[in-house]
């Protein structure tokens, strides 16, 4: 069972009396300060809810922390733990209040709010900030860069093909690549906000138990180098036959890593030897290139299969290879989804033709400062009075923090801004979901997902 009370920092133990006489209220908030895109996703915040703070502190989590922050060399707050165990159970007195989980959102804007809602409790709030932070910057950042992918590839569908497949487009291979099941988990399930395919299944189990859905996601058969290899390198041939017999079907779709060896000559055998067998089968085979300059072995990988496969001509004037495709798994990132997509139209072919997997760098080539995340206070009460709170380091205006407490608005004139000025003719888009132990506000993963629309 997870101990809230020992998910912090260990300096956050030594605060809940720094703060000035007479404080009984802080209030804390959460932004991307800018960062590589101008626009954030928000995802992520009630997976950890429903996780983390659904749960009441018992007296064995007081004494299991205490024993282990004191042994530390840090002071533990036992009166303020134990208080809370008695006046709420061991629920948390604190009030979240966020954005719509889906939206997308210009940096810069307020994402999440929290305060203590008992006046005993202000420290909690900060002391909350270490899981918060955490639990909204890594999911929110990977349904960002998920999000930007799914941009790009849609313009150059828009142009040359079918727009209506971005859905497949972009298949998350990330799950061996991140530093933890959780990561998997949650990043996963932030990816499938903005498209359909994975084969990191706890993904599915996350979006399920977080989210309420069904079924979030969905992958196929695929080969991998050890059912090619296996076969030995004269039998190659023998194991992407026996791939196309066993899943081949008429409709369905199988995935063929083929650079065990000699990706050009694979091509080659797929459009020779075991042509017939793919026409016979039915199915689509999507070849894999592993290795290589992408978008170099991608064209070249087009313009083999489409010698002997052919193509045909589709409505936007560009050619859609017969029976077989192409996805390339490997160095995807942004720069390498354009570069392959912008080789292959340029030469006629529609980006039908080609779809991606990403690992490491949707799931794990990210930190807090790609979108410069920070949970700052911005306001405190203190002898029953609100203040303003903010920080602006003179070496650094970019960390300048908000001042008030805050309201998030997205107006038809000014689109998404965040003040401190409450508006009578805009509906506040902070939205209360959390509130001493109850879930307040919940969105299912289709609702995630349509609000990225809007």
């Not at 760098?361 to 410069?372: C, E, G, M, P, S």
């Not at 409450?422 to 609702?447: C, P």
């Amino acid at each position: 069972m997870h101990n809230i009370i020992l998910n912090s920092d260990s300096y956050k133990y030594s605060q809940y009396n720094q703060y000035p006489e007479n404080t009984t209220g802080i209030y804390s908030y959460i932004e991307s300060r800018g960062g590589v895109h101008s626009s954030t996703v928000f995802f992520g915040l009630q997976a950890f809810i429903k996780e983390y703070l659904t749960t009441p502190i018992t007296i064995e989590m007081i004494n299991e922390a205490e024993s282990i922050v004191e042994a530390h060399g840090e002071p533990f707050y036992r009166a303020g733990w134990m208080y809370i165990l008695k006046e709420y159970n061991g629920y948390l007195p604190v009030r979240i209040k966020a954005a719509p989980e889906g939206s997308v959102i210009p940096t810069g804007n307020v994402l999440v709010t929290i305060e203590n809602t008992d006046p005993n409790c202000y420290w909690l709030t900060s002391f909350l900030e270490t899981a918060l932070l955490r639990a909204v910057w890594y999911p929110t950042t990977v349904a960002t860069n998920s999000y930007e992918s799914k941009k790009i590839i849609l313009k150059y569908l828009e142009k040359t093909g079918d727009p209506t497949t971005i859905d497949f487009k972009l298949h998350d291979f990330g799950a061996r690549g991140v530093s933890s099941l959780e990561s998997a988990g949650l990043g996963g399930a932030a990816h499938l906000v903005n498209f359909m395919g994975t084969d990191t299944v706890e993904a599915l189990l996350y979006a399920r138990r977080y989210y309420n859905t069904n079924m979030a996601g969905f992958s196929i058969p695929a080969m991998e180098h050890s059912t090619v290899t296996s076969w030995g390198r004269n039998h190659e041939v023998d194991s992407y036959r026996n791939m196309v017999k066993t899943y081949g079907k008429p409709g369905s779709i199988l995935a063929c890593v083929s650079d065990s060896y000699d990706i050009y000559k694979a091509c080659e055998l797929w459009g020779t030897e075991l042509k017939q067998d793919v026409i016979d089968s039915g199915a689509t085979v999507v070849i894999r290139p592993d290795s290589g300059d992408p978008a170099t072995v991608v064209f070249e990988c087009i313009k083999i299969l489409d010698k002997h496969f052919g193509s045909v001509v589709n409505e936007k004037g560009y050619k859609v290879l017969n029976n077989v495709r192409i996805i390339q798994g490997d160095g995807i990132n942004h720069h390498a989804i354009r570069q392959i997509l912008e080789a292959v139209t340029s030469w006629g072919y529609s980006a039908d033709n080609v779809a991606f997997g990403q690992g490491g760098a949707l799931l794990q080539q990210i930190n807090r400062d790609t979108q410069k995340f920070a949970m700052k206070c911005s306001a405190a009460k203190i002898n029953g009075e609100w203040v303003d709170v903010f920080k602006d380091p003179v070496t650094d205006s970019g960390k300048r923090s908000k001042k008030g407490r805050l309201h998030l608005y997205n107006s038809p004139n000014t689109g998404w801004i965040t003040t401190n000025v409450a508006s009578e003719g805009l509906e506040d888009q902070l939205i209360t979901v959390f509130e001493n132990g109850n879930i307040v506000k919940e969105y299912t993963f289709e609702q995630v997902r349509e609000n990225t629309q809007k």
